[in-house]
Nanobody, 123 residues
Framework: QVQLVESGGGLVQAGGSLRLSCAASGRTFNIYHLGWFRQVPGKEREFVADIKWSGGSTEYADSVKGRFTISRDNAKNTVYLQMNSLKAEDTAVYYC????????????????WGQGTQVTVSS
């Protein structure tokens, strides 16, 4: 089992910045990737960004490219989401997720989820 704990959410004005952290613990030795999702009430959870634990390659949703940066600290088993130039539409609960590579389906999966942290951007 892997436990994921997010922190760093809060209230910020439009144009401001926040940094989210996600600390992973437990059986993390073969984690393939960690990522961030977000969800607004009444809407589906959407992908924000992802980083491979080995190698560090990243992916971003088009809506956050150029504004958000995902990074990792392997020694601390922590992944970060630096969010700059925040907009009101970035307001959501942000979730950290992680998992393994499934050779059965030939793709990575998200097997573990954090409890979420609220980000509110005031306009």
């Amino acid at each position: 089992q892997v436990q994921l704990v997010e922190s760093g959410g809060g209230l910020v004005q439009a144009g401001g910045s926040l940094r989210l952290s996600c600390a992973a613990s437990g059986r993390t030795f073969n984690i393939y990737h960690l990522g961030w999702f977000r969800q607004v009430p009444g809407k589906e959870r959407e992908f924000v960004a992802d980083i491979k634990w080995s190698g560090g390659s990243t992916e971003y949703a088009d809506s956050v490219k150029g504004r958000f940066t995902i990074s990792r600290d392997n020694a601390k088993n922590t992944v970060y989401l630096q969010m700059n130039s925040l907009k009101a539409e970035d307001t959501a609960v942000y979730y950290c997720a992680g998992g393994y590579y499934s050779y059965t389906i030939g793709a990575p999966t998200y097997d573990y989820w954090g409890q979420g942290t609220q980000v509110t951007v005031s306009s």
